[in-house]
């Protein structure tokens, strides 16, 4: 089992998504991208925000379809189109997942207020195990400058964490310009 995959079956959500998804105006629709086994998903869906999960494993995505306030979505978006354009979210979250040309995607799907909430493995987690592969490891300041000139950087951190595993993660938290208002 990948190291991504493990993270994705762990049950409790991220502490990074937790401090950040209080941003996320009430009852906004939220997509959760590579949703895994949807730890993410249910604890948005159980604070009263409809979610999009979208993930390529079916069994996965099984189990989430009968949660109320989840739609789930089976897609392979790194081979396939995007299966939401013209669709629009007020949160957007990403754990543990990386595929580059979404990010134009994810930031094109974010409503004005809406909120980023991105967190994945980074350079250095080679010495940590997998990922290794630099295609799937965040270079330094990567998700600063995704966002440059297009969301306001509530927080950020490049860190190595030892929870739930030792690895070396990048995370951000941004938000869409708009008129809606934080909480």
């Not at 013209?86 to 543990?96: H, L, N, T």
Request: glycine share 10%; proline share 9%.
């Amino acid at each position: 089992m990948s190291a991504s995959a493990q993270h994705h079956d762990l049950e409790l959500p991220s502490p990074w998504v937790c401090r950040f998804a209080p941003l996320i105006r009430a009852g906004g629709k939220v997509l959760d991208v590579a949703c895994g086994g949807g730890r993410h998903a249910r604890w948005l869906a159980a604070r009263g925000h409809p979610v999009d999960a979208v993930d390529r494993d079916p069994v996965a995505l099984a189990e989430l379809a009968a949660i109320p306030g989840i739609t789930t979505r089976c897609a392979d978006i790194e081979a396939g189109p995007w299966p939401y354009t013209g669709q629009a979210f007020a949160g957007i979250v990403v754990v543990s997942y990386l595929h580059r040309p979404l990010f134009p995607h994810l930031l094109a799907a974010l409503l004005p207020g809406g909120v980023l909430i991105y967190e994945t493995f980074a350079a250095g987690n080679e010495r940590c195990g997998r990922p290794a592969s630099p295609d799937f490891l965040l270079r330094p300041g990567e998700l600063l400058e995704v966002v440059r000139g297009r969301l306001r950087v509530l927080a950020y951190e490049d860190l190595f964490v030892t929870d739930p595993k030792p690895a070396f993660v990048q995370r951000i938290c941004g938000l869409k310009a708009g008129d809606a208002s934080l909480p």
